[in-house]
């Protein structure tokens, strides 16, 4: 029991992470690597924890797929990722922040991650055209995503639509107990 208590835990943290990723994101256009590392340090550690939770009977099931599944999720939006990267469509913060959130996710979840994710993003896009040059946004500050909108840029916090894929994904995959 207890050991359930705290995969759920580093699950509810691993969430936690992305939504401060997502405001950082917005606040200056920027994921710090150790965002993306910690994202990858909470599977490896919930992984591990469950894995000897089914090892000794506390759980019955696995909460995760094979170690391999995940890891060949995460390559595939690696690759995916690094393509989008090298045409200038996506980030290279919010790249390496799907990647390690792909970790996360077995092979079957990525096409309802993937959709999760595009759908918020394509929203915030609309968002941001909608909001472009608007003499009513005031940033405070010369970074981040209103600074952007106000100067005309077209630029979207992708780390917003990552966050809420992930917790969708976290939900319907059981990370989270609930």
């Given amino acids: 029991m207890v050991l359930e208590v705290y995969i759920y835990a580093i699950a509810f943290l691993t969430l ?25 340090l909470t599977f490896a550690a919930c992984f591990c924890l469950n894995t000897y939770a089914v090892y000794i009977g506390v759980l019955d099931h696995s909460l995760f797929a094979s170690l391999a599944d995940h890891i060949v999720s995460m390559g595939i939006v690696f690759a995916i990722c690094f393509f989008l990267f090298c045409t200038g469509t996506f980030g290279g913060g919010d790249a390496k922040m799907a990647t390690a959130l792909a970790l996360w996710i077995p092979l079957i979840a990525i096409p309802a991650f993937v959709m999760v994710m595009a759908l918020v993003g394509g929203v915030l896009g609309l968002v941001a055209l909608a909001l472009r040059k608007r003499s009513f946004l005031k940033p405070h500050n010369e970074t981040g995503w209103i600074a952007a909108l106000s100067r005309g840029e077209s630029t979207v916090p992708y780390g917003i639509a990552l966050a809420i894929a992930a917790a969708y994904s976290f939900h319907n995959l059981g990370y989270l107990g609930v």
């Fill in 16 to 40: 936690g992470i992305c939504f401060y990723a997502a405001w950082h994101d917005v606040a200056s256009l920027t994921i710090h690597n150790g965002t993306v590392v910690t994202i990858m």
